[in-house]
């Protein structure tokens, strides 16, 4: 018999609103996340508002769609506000997935993913991060050792080592994915990344660059599978460092061809901003290197917009104006190069990017020995050791520095010492889209 005052068919109404408001719910969601996969930024900058809608009620409520469809949200919503630049209340995003992520741990569901979202968010704001760190880290412990949701993490974590210059560790990060694997899964998918992210951390180290070559290339062989849009990136990655291998051998067309290889990978994927500036710079490289300095001054414009539309992207910001330095040193204007690399310099310890200061002083040694100032190296030289104390040296050491000389100066001093080519005799050729067939003198065909 029914209470006084109990009215079953209203009750079993407010539980269909609340199951048909979960649902609507979910599918908007899915629907904006599917959107924001699909479309470029522009496309989608009149929307931003209606995305930092949902986010703020999906902070205040997480309750209101699955933990699957939620970290799959705000990862995409932090890569769109990182692709327009615009000021979303990033504190207030991350607390909103930590309480997602409280509230789904009560419920005894899955937070790997939410943890992943919340790690990819803060990176938004700060490359170094003990909270980003923790994200991570929680999701690896949280899954099951050789799941694909524990590989993803483990990749996560590599890619987090090496932005933070921890090479070694990340090379015995991705090796922990051969031994825990099923090795079925393992090759099929996540040996790619493992070749990738190997390779990034020994050719990014100087250390082992004829080694960074062979499974960068065994990577590449995954491009018969980069149907997931997973592989594609790992594959887009892969092309992109051996095209900066190359330039090392002094193979420049090589090197802009591997770019645009790459780049037609990468643009398989959803947008990054950040990925298509540095693309732009490192094939701005080459081309200075080989003297055919108009083409490259175009990919360098075309790098400083990419990276000022960008939000917090420091790295690139700072290593576009390094690259402009490196073009007016090639044009002979010392003086100019110097104050480029000064302001990249004061850039980069504003927002303790230690990584970046050691770049920066790296380029000002070069800048002196290209003028032969001794007292310039001299006074750069003390300012690289200082680092050792507080700074990027704090964490990869002297030694490691030393090894890397050799490789490094002769290749700043090239892409800063070449002649300009004549003109209509390009030294190289640039197949671009900013570059078509016609007007410039690019290749037509693609590298196979």
Known sequence: MSAPGFDAAQWRARIDARANSRERWTANIQGLTRKVRQRRA??????????????N?????????????????????????????EPANDRQVADGLERAIAVQREN???????????????????????????????AIDVSPTGSDAWATAIVALAAYQIEVSRYDDAISTVARLRTAMPAERYERTFRCASLVYEGMARFTSFRDIDRAREVLTEACAYREHADDLAIARWVATAYHYLARIAEVDRQFQTAIDLYLLGKQFQDRCPEEVEADAFIQLRIAEPL????????????????????????????????????????????????????????ALRMARRVAFWRGELLCLGYLLVLGIRRRRPD????????????????ELRRNGLLKLLTRIPVVVPIAVRRMSRRPTAEGEPAVRCGCPLHDRGSTGAASGRPT
């Open 376 to 391: 310039k190296i001299l006074a750069v030289g003390f300012r690289i050791l200082g680092t050792a104390f507080f700074g």
């Open 57 to 85: 009620e999906l902070a205040a409520r997480p309750a209101l769609v699955d933990a699957d469809t939620l970290a799959a949200y705000f990862t995409e919503f932090g890569r769109l506000a990182a692709n327009l630049g």
């Open 288 to 343: 200075i290197a080989a003297g055919t300095r108009k083409l490259a001054r175009d990919h360098l414009d075309e790098a400083r917009r990419l990276a000022l539309t960008g939000s917090n992207i420091i790295s690139a910001r700072l290593q576009v104006e390094l690259g402009f330095a490196m073009l007016r040193a090639a044009d002979g204007d010392m003086r100019e190069a110097e104050l480029l690399a000064v302001e």
């Open 108 to 138: 005894g569901g899955d937070i790997a993913g939410l943890c992943l979202a919340k790690a990819a968010f803060l990176a938004l704001r700060e490359t170094d991060s003990a909270e980003r760190l923790d994200a991570i880290l929680t």
């Open 42 to 55: 522009s496309q989608l900058q009149r929307d931003f508002t209606d995305y930092v809608f949902n986010v």
